[in-house]
């Protein structure tokens, strides 16, 4: 069923002087990792016929060519794309109508359309409503339901960007098991690009991308390494040690090459739990994904209360998402809120930002009350003599899919909109920006680039850079590491620590 993937001297756009080149025979299940910006996605999207490289390069699948559009047609219905961001993978807004449209396109016979579609629900879709807003599902189960539309098509070719990068272990394992268990069995030609070296560990062959080539990996040299091996407050302040970051080790011309974490939330290892906040939810297939909790994981240096949630109930039309939920964060704590795929953790981050409003309960952000869902806001902040704006620059938020938050023409003027937005003059916007970009290592020949041409990996970065530019008390930060590289997650933990030391909140979401 697979075909044959042939790529010769590939330029890719922003990697200067790069030769990509690889044969990738029909039936062969290929890992690609890197680093963030080395290219993978851009590589992916050029296979796929929706990038075209700038100069020179050639790719042939089967014999046809996906830069010609007399070809391109023929190969994208040969061709499935799960993209990084499932937001760019999905056409509807329902995964009701989105998932028979591709088939429906090929002219598959409905009771085979109905066929695949059972299979999917029973195996990869559990607990996830399949006719609710697309919008309103969870990072994971969009990603899911991205997975479930492209894997519809029965595609001969199978390209994969991060498809487990939203969920938690177990259910990214359950995930790939699946795919690999498809692909194996009617013969598809996969390309997984992951940071995560168990998954790389299943692939038949596994290639790096590095300054613009490819490197195939040597069989048997990657061998994937324990978690949580250190723990950042037990370094020095601002150190950071290789070893706690190192979960594998590529070897490739007699280099050493460190592989990604897996979950690096493991690497805070406090123990003393507090704060529980507790909920039972209806979303998920098994009791462990029932709650989502705040637990305590470094106890604040004092009581001074930053955001406090009463008996919270947060409800999308008809579906319950969040009830009875109660926590408090103290300034100088770092906190993780834990839970399962569409347990209601990006719903919770969002309501202790203003973002998202409760439909029951209190919420009090650095003293001020926050309306109910329903209630008519100006009338309520004119009446309390405060604003929505003093709530977000207390609390900053950064969303789970940084797309979502990158909206400026370069990526200087992005992180400068918040200081901007707070009052800063231009030069003290651009002093904030700058400083908050080198604390998150964004290279400087980056910030003149338009957001949106970055790889997610600096993407993630960037949108951190743009909350961190605000200094707010309260740091929110959902799935921050999806996406990134070994180094990046290095980056992200150290100025998570540093931030804590100097007396703010950390709130990170996590997988149970």
């Not at 299979?119 to 399949?130: A, E, H, V």
């Not at 209190?362 to 009350?369: A, D, P």
Request: net charge neutral.
């Amino acid at each position: 069923m697979g075909l044959d993937i042939r790529i010769k001297d590939l330029q890719l756009h922003h990697v200067p002087n790069s030769s990509v080149n690889v044969l990738i025979r029909a039936g062969e299940i290929v890992g690609i990792t890197g680093e963030n910006g080395a290219g993978k996605s851009e590589l992916l999207r050029m296979i796929a016929g929706i990038l075209r490289p700038k100069t020179m390069g050639e790719i042939l699948i089967d014999g046809l060519d996906p830069f010609h559009t007399r070809d391109l047609e023929r190969l994208h219905r040969r061709i499935g794309f799960a993209q990084q961001s499932p937001k760019d993978t999905m056409v509807f807004s329902r995964l009701i109508q989105d998932a028979p449209f591709g088939p429906e396109n090929q002219a598959v016979a409905p009771d085979v359309i109905r066929k695949r579609w059972e299979g999917l629900k029973s195996r990869l879709l559990t607990g996830i409503p399949d006719r609710q807003a697309f919008d309103t599902l969870s990072g994971g189960q969009q990603q899911k339901a991205a997975l479930a539309s492209v894997l519809m098509l029965r595609s001969e070719i199978l390209l994969l960007d991060e498809p487990t990068s939203m969920l938690g272990q177990r259910e990214g394992k359950e995930v790939l098991d699946l795919l690999l268990k498809v692909a194996r069995r009617t013969g598809q030609t996969v390309l997984l690009v992951t940071h995560d070296p168990e998954t790389l560990a299943q692939m038949d062959r596994v290639y790096l991308l590095k300054a613009g080539t490819l490197g195939k990996v040597k069989k048997g040299s990657f061998v994937p390494m324990g978690r949580g091996e250190q723990d950042p407050y037990q370094q020095p302040k601002g150190a950071i040690s290789d070893q706690r970051v190192k979960n594998g080790n590529f070897e490739e011309d007699g280099n050493q090459l460190s592989g990604a974490l897996v979950n690096p939330l493991d690497q805070f290892s406090y123990e003393s739990k507090g704060n529980t906040g507790v909920l039972r939810g209806n979303n998920a297939s098994r009791e462990a994904d029932h709650e989502v909790r705040l637990v305590m994981k470094k106890r604040p240096d004092t009581a001074v209360s930053a955001i406090e949630l009463q008996d919270v109930g947060i409800r999308f039309g008809k579906k319950t998402v969040v009830e009875h939920f109660s926590a408090e964060v103290c300034l100088g704590g770092y906190y993780e809120l834990i839970g399962g795929t569409g347990s209601g953790k990006s719903s919770l981050c969002k309501l202790m930002n203003g973002t998202l409003f409760a439909n029951s309960g209190k919420v009090v952000v650095n003293g001020i009350r926050l309306p109910e869902a329903g209630q008519k806001r100006p009338t309520f902040f004119r009446k309390n003599d405060t604003d929505l704006g003093a709530v977000r620059r207390f609390a900053g938020y950064v969303m789970q899919n940084p797309e979502d938050q990158l909206f400026e023409t370069s990526v200087i003027f992005d992180v400068m909109y918040g200081p901007l937005r707070a009052g800063r003059k231009a030069m003290e916007a651009r002093q904030d920006a700058e400083a908050a970009l080198r604390v998150l290592e964004v290279p400087e020949m980056l910030w003149e680039r338009r957001p949106e041409s970055l790889s997610v990996g600096e993407q993630r970065r960037v949108a951190i850079a743009g909350i961190l530019a605000m200094q707010p008390e309260v740091l929110i930060l959902d799935e921050p590491y999806a996406g990134l590289d070994r180094d990046g997650c290095g980056v992200v933990k150290k100025m998570i620590s540093n931030y804590i030391d100097k007396g703010h909140a950390v709130i990170v979401t996590g997988h149970a």
